[in-house]
T-cell receptor
Framework: DSGVTQTPKHLITATGQRVTLRCSPR?????VYWYQQSLDQGLQFLIQ???????AKGNILERFSAQQFPDLHSELNLSSLELGDSALYFC?????????????FGEGSRLTVL | DQQVKQNSPSLSVQEGRISILNCDYT??????FLWYKKYPAEGPTFLIS?????DKNEDGRFTVFLNKSAKHLSLHIVPSQPGDSAVYFC???????????FGSGTKLNVKP
């Protein structure tokens, strides 16, 4: 158990819909990262937050947005969903921002868009 | 732009033999490298890391080698065990980066 909690574990929805994925980082970790893993692909970095502020942005679509709340949990919002958004979405946390020693991953949220 | 590449999608090894997983990177600013292991239906878990000031780091059955001039790192697992069967991701990070770059993973199958 990494200490990172993601909900929901599975989500099935239709094209055009909007979903919210939630992540609770490990106790004491201030940084939250979101990654997308599509079929047979590597982990694509989406976005990072540190103590409530956006720190780094990757290949995140404009239809996607995220935020980190004062209690440090984070939400990833995916809107106007397309078939190609079907993927595993991982949240990871680390103690610091600038030079994380390692990332602790949640079990992922599997999104299926029909 | 894939800055970290794992060119072998899969690898099959007999139990007890050595498993060698390879990873190449393109950005010379990377100075910290990690390997993660991922079982089905689980998130990736940290396995071993290496800083660019070293060329080898060992932890039990796992050893990571770094060749900076070739921009190449490898993970050696000796002896391989069936429980090592998983997908292995390499990742890289550098001083000016707030994020890790991950490779596409290598699926290791260790046959009993």
């Amino acid at each position: 158990d990494s200490g990172v909690t993601q909900t929901p574990k599975h989500l099935i929805t239709a094209t055009g819909q909007r979903v919210t994925l939630r992540c609770s980082p490990r106790s004491g970790d201030l940084s939250v990262y979101w990654y997308q893993q599509s079929l047979d692909q590597g982990l694509q970095f989406l976005i990072q937050y540190y103590n409530g502020e956006e720190r780094a942005k990757g290949n995140i679509l404009e239809r996607f947005s995220a935020q980190q709340f004062p209690d440090l949990h984070s939400e990833l919002n995916l809107s106007s969903l397309e078939l190609g958004d079907s993927a595993l979405y991982f949240c990871a946390s680390s103690r610091t921002s600038g030079r994380p020693g390692e990332l602790f991953f949640g079990e992922g949220s599997r999104l299926t868009v029909l | 732009d894939q800055q970290v590449k794992q060119n072998s999608p899969s690898l099959s090894v007999q139990e007890g033999r050595i498993s060698i997983l390879n990873c190449d990177y393109t950005n010379s600013m990377f100075d910290y490298f990690l390997w993660y292991k991922k079982y089905p239906a689980e998130g990736p878990t940290f396995l071993i890391s290496i800083s660019s000031i070293k060329d080898k780091n060992e932890d039990g059955r796992f050893t990571v080698f770094l060749n900076k001039s070739a921009k190449h790192l490898s993970l050696h697992i000796v002896p391989s065990q069936p429980g090592d069967s998983a997908v292995y991701f390499c990742a890289a990070n550098g001083h000016n980066f707030n994020k890790f770059y991950f490779g596409s993973g290598t699926k290791l199958n260790v046959k009993p």
